[in-house]
């Protein structure tokens, strides 16, 4: 069965220190990854994903993610956050199942950022 | 383009009414998802369509639940006799197809009184 572990329900950080919001994944087959944002009372908005080819993806709002295989995890980092950041972050991801392909998500982790 | 379009935005309704919750996926999308929302549950898949196939409703939680797309497009998610543990955001999203990020709508905020 397909299963998303996001460690940490609630990440507190200062302003300009960096975070990483773990996420973990079980599958016996190969997978698709996602990381989705949720501002304050809007929709949830695609972060970044990896599809195949380099490991490491980067967002135009400066978080990354590494698809690391052998570790099934697909951790999200950014070097120095902004008070703006303050979301609630999702790790999702998509496998085949009997030809499907279904969007399993995480419980989700809420990034709270203070001056 | 238009996103993904949910109606209503805001659905206040009493115990044991019926309510129909409406999604319009974006123009060309095969794949359609509903999934609920409910504070310190994350996302809880609900029922997965894509194209003609037969929809995967392994994730609706009781019989009172069901969902149609009519001619591949927009979709009605129908609570039957609601409950007060069916107040959620409802949340619906399309993709283009298999293996590809799915794009939200802003969700029909369900409150059962």
């Known amino acids: 069965a397909q299963s998303v572990t996001q460690l940490d329900s609630q990440v507190p950080v200062f302003e300009e220190a960096p975070v990483e919001l773990r996420c973990n994944y079980s599958s016996s087959v190969s997978v698709y990854l996602f990381w989705y944002v949720q501002y304050p009372n809007q929709g949830l908005q695609l972060l970044l994903k990896?599809?195949?080819?380099?490991?490491l993806v980067e967002s135009i709002n400066g978080f990354e993610a590494e698809f690391n295989k052998s570790q099934t995890s697909f951790h999200l980092r950014k070097p120095s956050v902004h008070i703006s950041d303050t979301a609630e972050y999702f790790c999702a991801v998509s496998h085949m199942n009997s030809g499907y392909s279904t969007l399993t998500f995480g419980k989700g982790t809420m990034l709270l950022v203070s001056p | 383009g238009a996103g993904v379009s949910q109606s209503p935005s805001n659905k206040v309704t009493e115990k044991g009414k019926d309510v129909e919750l409406r999604c319009d996926p974006i123009s060309g999308h095969t794949a359609l998802y509903w999934y609920r929302q409910s504070l310190g549950q994350g996302l809880e898949f609900l029922i997965y369509?894509?194209?003609?196939?037969?929809?995967?409703k392994s994730g609706l939680p009781s019989d009172r639940f069901s969902a149609e797309r009519t001619g591949g497009s927009v979709s009605t998610l129908t609570i039957q006799r609601t409950q007060q543990e069916d107040s959620a955001v409802y949340l619906c999203?399309?993709?283009?197809?298999?293996?590809?990020?799915?794009?939200f709508g802003q969700g029909t905020r369900l409150t059962v009184v």
């Open positions: 990896y599809l195949s080819g380099s490991t």
């Open positions: 999203a399309s993709s283009p197809g298999v293996w590809t990020e799915a794009f």
């Open positions: 369509f894509q194209g003609n196939s037969a929809p995967d």
